[in-house]
């Protein structure tokens, strides 16, 4: 199923009113970047990399001192001007883009590399057949995305304090196993991997997620939050508090890699 307009949308939005405080929440994110780009070859010299969730170009930046000729491709217009002042003249080109409908022709890129973006697409085939239709023949496309099982304490933290949904439903290993099979990417290799990132409080990994702009949720709650009900959503995830004070938030990461 393809995300409808309204919800692609809400999503841009969400990204664009984040754009501008992005870099000051992403550690995360940046740790995830990294170890997918440690997958790539160490040089890319002479080679067309699409960046699509480009975010603020922190990875086309690095694709582009590997020698890569970038093009930087996000949903948010607003991502992309931030993009843009942190690359310059070093990314090829800055293209507004959707995963699900890539305004690039066929055998365009040598390299895809996509960061946490594709979550966002509810049926994952769909980027996936597209990654694979602007990559060259013997080309490569590197990925990653998040699994279920990703902030499991702040969900059964908030389950606890009604019945809206707060946390993003996220696809299990088989579900991205088969995306990959009804996309046709026959030469592919998953790496799973647990991450925890340490808080002092629920309430600052809130604020990550909100800096982000991962604020989309299907079910949530329009009005705005109380005091009392973010105070409560503390008290319960402080079940989770380790022995040296803080509170992990657990993310499960899908590191892919598909061989055309």
């Known amino acids: 199923m393809v995300l409808d307009n309204s919800r692609k949308e809400a999503i841009a939005d969400a990204f664009g009113r984040a754009a501008a405080r992005?870099?000051?929440?992403?550690?995360?994110?940046?740790?995830?970047?990294?170890?997918?780009?440690?997958?790539?070859p160490e040089s890319l010299k002479g080679l067309k990399v699409l960046d699509i969730g480009c975010g603020t170009g922190y990875f086309s930046a690095l694709l582009a001192e590997k020698g890569a000729s970038v093009t930087a491709a996000d949903l948010s217009v607003e991502m992309l001007a931030q993009a843009e002042i942190r690359c310059g003249s070093r990314v090829e080109s800055y293209q507004q883009a959707d995963a699900e409908g890539l305004p690039f022709d066929d055998d365009s890129f040598d390299i895809v590399f996509s960061s946490?973006?594709?979550?966002?697409?509810?049926?994952?085939?769909?980027?996936?057949?597209e990654l694979q239709r602007v990559t060259k023949p013997r080309g490569k496309i590197y990925f990653s995305t998040l699994l279920d099982g990703s902030l499991y304490e702040l969900?059964?933290?908030?389950?606890?304090?009604?019945?809206?949904?707060?946390?993003?439903?996220?696809?299990?290993?088989?579900?991205i196993k088969v995306a990959l099979a009804q996309s046709e990417a026959s030469v592919h290799h998953l790496d799973l991997r647990t991450i925890k990132v340490w808080y002092s409080s629920a309430l600052q990994l809130m604020r990550d997620l909100k800096g982000i702009g991962a604020t989309h949720v299907s079910g949530r709650s329009q009005g705005l939050i109380k005091k009392q009900t973010l105070l409560d959503v503390e008290g319960e995830y402080s079940r989770y508090r380790s022995e040296s004070g803080l509170l992990p938030a657990t993310y499960e990461v899908c590191l892919g890699a598909i061989n055309l």
């Open 116 to 129: 946490l973006a594709l979550q966002w697409c509810d049926d994952l085939s769909i980027p996936l057949k």
């Open 155 to 175: 969900k059964q933290s908030w389950a606890k304090i009604d019945t809206y949904q707060h946390v993003n439903d996220f696809l299990n290993e088989k579900n």
């Open 22 to 40: 992005y870099d000051d929440h992403a550690e995360f994110q940046r740790q995830v970047g990294h170890e997918l780009i440690e997958m790539l």
